[in-house]
């Protein structure tokens, strides 16, 4: 069965071969084979700069991209938008109208969960609930709304998860606490499978938690892990059999200690057969076997949002709260390294590993790369100037696509 499982996560792995097809990349964990990279850009001189594109609206979604199709989605005036991309021109290839929105709190909006594609069908999710699948010319296949069947997604800072997608399958995580005064608001322990194809809701599992309060809100995007499929939340870490949902082991981040406000916003990555995890609001970060038994722990400066990258063996690890870089051996915990990021402004963005750089973007649109493995150095800081910058870098191919709220830019080495 063990055996069965691995030749099954291969073959889905290399199923995604070098595109960006989800929110973390072709290997669910920030890092892809993109080469030739610039190191610096500039929109203002043009300089290693293909193309921008001017956006309808704003969002804080990162592309994703499939063959010369980009997809991301945006909000104008809470009028929603799935927006694709010609990957070569940068024109809009189509744009689709896909509902009414709202205000989110502190100021955003309905766009930040990312789109999810298989090469054929391209399905968009918005944070009031709206999950819809077109093809990849704009076709609608399906849509439906989560909110009529499951109540207001109610999470303190808007509900934000992106869809996994495993074997045609969407895993969407509905870990919230329901809203006050709010009728039609439940509090969600569920995650649910649903089929690309027709939008059938496929089976839907219960996750029994102890987490109370604020703390039963979770803000990731699920992973596959070795086992199954690991959701964090709600005091939990849990392994889901892809099948039917069940739990396959668990671990309490919380046990002896539980509190009220430990809501979580970073998303696990799997480092080779490790789940990497930060607790809740940053204070620890754990790697867990198969199985879910603890292999190490690190206290540090840990993320309370951005997600680790992994490559080569090594966990790079952002607190863009307090804007430290760090360096973990994946396999034992060890710090290689840490860095002060020089920067006034802190992260969302999760950091992007690629052709040997580590790319990271803060919330006044500066980014930051250092050179990735074992020995720290600066490589570039420059400022790109667009406040709330919140959506992750990718690569694909040459070239590097960098989401700014109302704007897409293709970085591409010119020289």
């Known amino acids: ?195 690309l194809l027709t939008g059938k809701t496929l089976w839907e599992a219960d996750r029994p938690t102890p987490a109370t309060k604020e703390s039963l809100d979770s803000y990731i995007t699920p992973v596959l892990g070795k086992q199954g499929i690991i959701l964090t939340g709600a005091d939990l870490v849990t392994s889901h059999d892809p099948k039917n949902g069940k739990v396959q082991w668990e671990f309490d981040v919380a046990k002896g200690n539980r509190k009220t406000n430990w809501r979580i916003i970073s998303s696990p990555v799997q480092a080779d057969d490790l789940t990497v995890t930060a607790y809740p609001r940053g204070r620890t970060l754990v790697a867990l076997k198969p199985g879910g038994g603890k292999r190490w722990d690190y206290e540090g400066y840990v993320p309370d949002v951005c997600t680790p990258a992994y490559g080569d063996g090594l966990l790079y690890v952002l607190d863009g709260v307090k804007r430290y870089l760090t360096c973990i051996n994946a396999q034992n915990g060890r710090e290689e390294w840490q860095e002060k990021i020089p920067s006034d402004k802190g992260f969302f963005a999760s950091p992007l590993v690629a052709d040997g750089k580590v790319y990271m973007l803060n919330l006044n649109g500066e980014v930051f790369v250092y050179a990735a493995g074992r020995k720290p150095k600066l490589l570039e800081q420059f400022m790109m100037g667009a406040d709330n910058s919140a959506a992750s870098i990718v690569a694909v191919d040459d070239a590097l696509y960098i989401r700014l709220p109302n704007k897409l830019i293709c970085a591409r080495n010119t020289k």
């Not at 691995?6 to 097809?21: F, K, P, Q, R, S």
């Not at 955003?108 to 789109?115: I, K, L, V």
Request: glycine fraction near 12%; charged fraction near 20%; include cysteine.
């Open 1 to 195: 069965m063990k055996q069965t499982v691995l030749i099954l996560l291969a073959t889905a792995m290399a199923a995604l071969g070098g595109d960006w097809m989800q929110w973390r990349g072709p290997e669910l964990n920030g890092t892809c084979s993109a080469k030739n990279l610039p190191a610096s850009w500039s929109v203002e001189s043009g300089e290693n700069v293909a193309w921008t594109c001017d956006l309808p609206g704003t969002g804080q979604s990162t592309p994703v991209i499939t063959g010369d199709r980009i997809f991301l989605t945006t909000s104008d005036d809470n009028q929603l938008h799935a927006v694709c991309i010609d990957r070569k021109s940068g024109r809009i290839a189509w744009k689709k109208k896909v509902g009414q929105g709202r205000e989110m709190p502190r100021g955003g909006n309905a766009a930040h969960p990312s789109a999810v594609t298989d090469g054929k069908t391209v399905c968009f999710l918005y944070g009031q609930g709206t999950l819809v699948a077109f093809t990849l010319d704009g076709k609608q296949l399906w849509e439906k709304e989560l909110e009529k069947e499951y109540g207001r997604l109610a999470t303190k800072f808007g509900f934000s998860s992106s869809p996994l997608l495993h074997s045609g399958t969407l895993y969407l995580p509905l870990l919230y606490l329901a809203g006050k005064n709010d009728p039609t608001a439940k509090n969600g322990t569920t995650l649910l499978a649903i089929d």
